[in-house]
């Protein structure tokens, strides 16, 4: 089985690292020469968009899958023409698009903030006014790790706001007030078989994840699994689905999904029976799922812009080290490292060093 992948970043170098085990060969697509996942890969140089490139994908792959969701939706399409394609493309589209995830959410009865298309800035001013200060302005694609986004405070914020979008279509969204954010790792095989992993609390700082956490018994498991259940029963879905979540005095508000493997669940590559990247793997390759249960208490820190010392982190207990490959750079996530605890707190003491030696740089 060759499984290809649309993307050659670190989310590709781990997928194509747990197909090893399974007999499995991915092959990326990714214009990059010095793509981090080659080392585990092989690797077609090219455009997203060239189509001698994605007719070798056919030739050499038995189906297709994505690391990211920046991927030209014309290139999915001619894909799909010769090969299946997980998780189905119309996920992927849904996805891309800031309003129509939020639609989609609200059309399932999934609770979200506020939100009103703008695509001016006489929009934008009017939506402040029906939806109230302070707001998230975002762009409707292409934003992530905090990008392509603006927090307004102010209505005197707004000119700079729009003119730091590039006056790109946009989505004004009411602010959440929450207690913690969450978020909920879901897959489903091409048979319709579900499974969740336990929910990961979130910590970020400038729009990045710098640290997850996988809880045990969470109290909002149920509710987070009810949502990402539906939008996986709604889009016929086969892969890895996270869904982020705002934990409000009212219940969970959806946040985005990412229809792909996601950041916070690289705890389940030492914390789980069987990690979130072999289980999308399984999924769309047309294997049994495995199991999602923990092992242990488990807990992520990333190393953004420059990485840690590796003797330093492997002395902590319970550790492990997960380099990308990259060369450091200001924002960059250039590796990861894990704790996967006997106890609660051994993983809060194990994580608490970690993040004094990872600490994020922007």
């Not at 707004?158 to 003119?163: L, N, T």
């Not at 997850?212 to 109290?219: G, K, Q, V």
Request: aromatic share 6%; glycine share 10%; hydrophobic share 40%.
């Amino acid at each position: 089985m060759k499984v290809g992948i649309l993307g050659g970043g670190q989310l590709a170098r781990m997928l194509a690292l747990a197909g090893h085990p399974l007999g499995i060969e991915c092959v990326v697509l990714d214009p990059a020469p010095d793509a981090c996942a080659h080392v585990a890969a092989s690797h077609i140089v090219g455009a997203y968009e060239d189509r001698p490139s994605l007719e070798q994908l056919v030739r050499v792959a038995d189906v297709v899958t994505y690391e990211f969701e920046n991927v030209p939706a014309p290139s999915v399409r001619l894909l799909e023409e010769h090969l299946p394609v997980y998780p189905p493309s119309e996920a992927l589209a849904l996805s891309r698009d800031r309003l129509t995830e939020k639609e989609l959410f609200r059309d399932l009865g999934i609770p979200v903030v506020p939100f009103v298309a703008v695509d001016s800035l006489e929009a934008l001013r009017e939506a402040v006014d029906a939806l109230g200060l302070p707001a998230l302005v975002k762009t409707r694609c292409l934003g992530y790790d905090g990008k392509g986004q603006v927090l307004l405070r102010s209505r005197e914020e707004i000119p700079d706001a729009w003119e730091a979008l590039g006056g790109a279509p946009a989505i004004l969204e009411g602010f959440a007030e929450f207690s913690r954010e969450i978020s909920i790792v879901a897959l489903r095989s091409r048979a319709g078989e579900i499974a969740f992993y336990p929910v990961s609390e979130n910590t970020h700082q400038g729009g990045i994840l710098h640290y997850s956490c996988s809880t045990d018994s969470d109290p909002r498991q149920r509710e987070a699994e009810d949502m990402a259940g539906s939008l996986l029963e709604r889009l016929g879905y086969v892969g890895i689905l996270a869904l982020e979540l705002f934990d409000t005095p009212r219940g969970l508000v959806a946040n985005e999904m990412a229809p792909r493997v996601h950041n916070t669940g690289h705890w389940t590559i030492e914390g789980a029976g069987v990690s979130q990247f072999e289980n999308h793997l399984r999924a769309v390759a047309g294997l049994p799922l495995g199991d999602t249960s923990r092992k242990g208490h488990s807990g992520m820190v990333n190393f953004i812009g420059v990485a840690p010392a590796q003797e330093a982190v492997l002395k902590i207990p319970h550790s492990h080290y997960h380099s990308y490959g990259k060369a450091p750079r200001p924002g960059r996530k250039i590796g990861h490292g894990t704790i996967c605890a006997p106890s609660r707190e051994s993983l809060l003491r194990g994580l608490e060093y970690l993040r004094e030696l990872a600490p994020l740089v922007r």
